[in-house]
């Protein structure tokens, strides 16, 4: 059974730094594209960031290219989303999102993929 468990969500300060981890189970995160989605109260989940299964790519999206960055701990299975510079716009519920299939190029996002839960972020202006 695939489980992703979100953490690190906080309330923080604008401008500040942090970093939220996804820690997976039943699955290989080196085998798998790994995301992050976010979705802020009233509005749609939306893709934030992604790294391919190989390791060797991620992917922005425009409003937090040069802030966020995405990473992996394979030996640990785990993958990090680090936010700086954050801003009262980036308040929402964070979400770690898994590819299902092994080993294909195809970004995650979809019902059919694996969802953690989420973490909460709330930047206070």
């Known amino acids: 059974q695939v489980q992703l468990v979100e953490s690190g969500g906080t309330l923080v300060q604008a401008g500040d730094s942090l970093t939220l981890a996804c820690a997976a189970s039943?699955?290989?995160?080196?085998?798998?594209?790994m995301g992050w989605f976010r979705q802020a109260p009233a509005q749609e989940r939306m893709f934030i960031a992604a790294?391919?299964?190989?390791?060797?790519?991620?992917y922005y999206t425009q409003s937090v290219k040069g802030r966020f960055t995405i990473s992996r701990d394979t030996a640990n299975n785990t993958v990090f989303l680090q936010m700086k510079d954050l801003r009262a716009e980036d308040t929402a519920v964070y979400y770690c999102?898994?590819?299902?299939?092994?080993?294909?190029?195809?970004?995650?996002?979809?019902?059919?993929?694996?969802w953690g839960k989420g973490t909460p972020v709330t930047v206070s202006s």
């Open positions: 039943g699955l290989t995160i080196s085998s798998h594209t």
């Open positions: 999102v898994a590819g299902s299939r092994a080993f294909v190029d195809t970004m995650p996002g979809t019902d059919s993929d694996y």
């Open positions: 790294i391919h299964w190989s390791g060797s790519r991620d």
